[in-house]
């Protein structure tokens, strides 16, 4: 079976991470995502070295790997004439053009909106920025930490009481990722629409725009209460104890997730051994939990306490409840639960390094992405350019002219 992308081309003129991973996964869904690098420069991301193997060790550079895998990649200096015709050739043929240059840098390369499309109306225009495409911001830059995590209000609600700072963003590109894939969703619209319509179209996402989509509920509830942000919950008092998190004997971390607390209460007290505590007048039904809070989890953390994760875990297994043990990302690796649904794919390279890669998380028709080694810089340069009719000879001199590497 075609996968769900099969016979789509798609021409990134992206860096970094946010519209990379959006080509990435478009990528893992079947399109043909041809990567459009400066021919001496490349992606800054490929020199980064920050998280994973340092570049030209024999191993692999892991934000460069996750985010362009599976494309290929073309050198093109487009602010040459010659390399500029080449890149408006790929355009002609092409269904999805992404870029995450800003609105100036579009019109200075000719590569903006009204541009691409009065060569290709057809064509889905992505369009991925730090601040939206108006506004006194448009032209500014951003980075996820500052336009997804912090601006919208994320870095301040994932403050613990009594922490002095707000929150660093939790790992490297975590709201490049989440907005991607909303630009790559975005562009499964455009292209539904144009099968309907004929029309090509514009998809803007932003990383801003994301973050406020992922705290939309504590921007209406803070509104809703007259407040600037909804009340910060703290562990020792929350309103559910049955929704926290507490410490086995071992030093593993347990969240439990019972939602219908009253539903789960007297259960959870049997698995845990302590029957009499269902028995607990305090803690007889959600309001009298609630009202004695500080005690009841007092109470769970003594229990806690005494059991080895191990222990634990079957008896959390034994009752109805929801719980999760608190995982690092490392865990993930042996994960049984990630690894049955292919959630988690190892990725092997010809120097012998091997990277485990996460693939786009809509599944179609249950069959999962083939991953593929990210590109060199201008890998499929001389296969690309043969396929747009160029000679060898006009290839050459393209090279030696240095339009393209």
């Known amino acids: 079976m075609d996968k769900l992308l099969s016979g789509v081309r798609v021409i990134e003129v992206a860096m970094y991470a946010f519209v990379p991973s959006a080509g990435a996964a478009l990528a893992d869904w079947g399109a043909d995502v041809i990567k459009v690098e400066h021919p001496e420069t490349g992606d800054p991301v ?4 920050s998280y994973g193997f340092k570049p030209g060790d024999g191993g692999v550079t892991t934000l460069w790997e996750v985010f362009n895998r599976g494309k290929r990649d073309i050198g093109i200096d487009i602010s040459a004439p010659d390399g500029y015709d080449l890149l408006m050739s790929l355009i002609d043929e092409s269904d999805v053009f992404i870029t995450s240059f800003m609105q100036p840098a579009r019109a200075r390369l000719g590569i903006d909106v009204d541009q691409v499309m009065a060569r290709n109306p057809r064509i889905i225009y992505g369009r991925g920025t730090g601040h939206g495409p108006v506004g006194p911001d448009a032209d ?11 601006r919208p209000g994320t870095s301040t609600a994932s403050i613990p009481p009594g922490y002095e700072f707000p929150i660093l963003l939790p790992g490297p590109a975590f709201g490049d ?5 909303f630009l790559a969703g975005g562009i499964l619209g455009g292209l539904y629409r144009r099968e309907k319509t004929g029309q090509g179209g514009v998809v803007d996402v932003s990383l801003l725009g994301s973050g406020m989509w992922a705290m939309q509920a504590s921007i209406a509830g803070s509104y809703s209460i007259g407040s600037d942000n909804i009340v910060q919950l703290d562990r020792r008092r929350p309103p559910n104890p049955l929704t926290n998190l507490y410490r086995s004997a071992d030093g ?18 049997q698995a845990l051994g302590h029957p009499e505590l269902a028995e607990d007048g305090r803690f007889a039904d959600l309001k009298l939990r609630a009202e004695n809070s500080e005690a009841c989890v007092e109470a769970l953390d003594a229990i806690f306490a005494t059991m080895t994760f191990e222990r634990l875990a079957a008896a959390l297994d034994s009752q109805e409840g929801q719980w999760s ?7 993930t690796l042996t994960d049984e639960q990630c690894l049955a649904n292919g959630y988690l794919r190892f990725v092997d390279y010809a120097s012998g390094a091997r ?18 080694p990210a590109p060199a810089l201008g890998e499929h340069t001389d296969e690309i350019l043969s396929a747009l009719g160029r000679s060898d000879d006009e290839a050459l001199r393209l090279k030696v002219a240095g339009v393209v590497t």
Do not use: N, T
Request: charge should be neutral; aromatic fraction near 12%.
């Open 46 to 49: 490929r020199g980064l070295s």
């Open 140 to 150: 500014k830059g951003g980075f996820d930490g500052i336009s997804y995590w912090s």
């Open 355 to 372: 990277l485990p890669m996460v693939p786009v998380p809509a599944l179609i028709d249950e069959v999962h992405p083939d991953l593929r």
């Open 252 to 269: 593993k971390f347990f969240v439990l997730g019972m939602l219908q607390a009253d539903r789960y209460w007297a259960g959870l007290c």
């Open 177 to 181: 990722c989440q907005s991607g894939m």
């Open 325 to 331: 043990r608190v995982a690092v990302p490392g865990d």
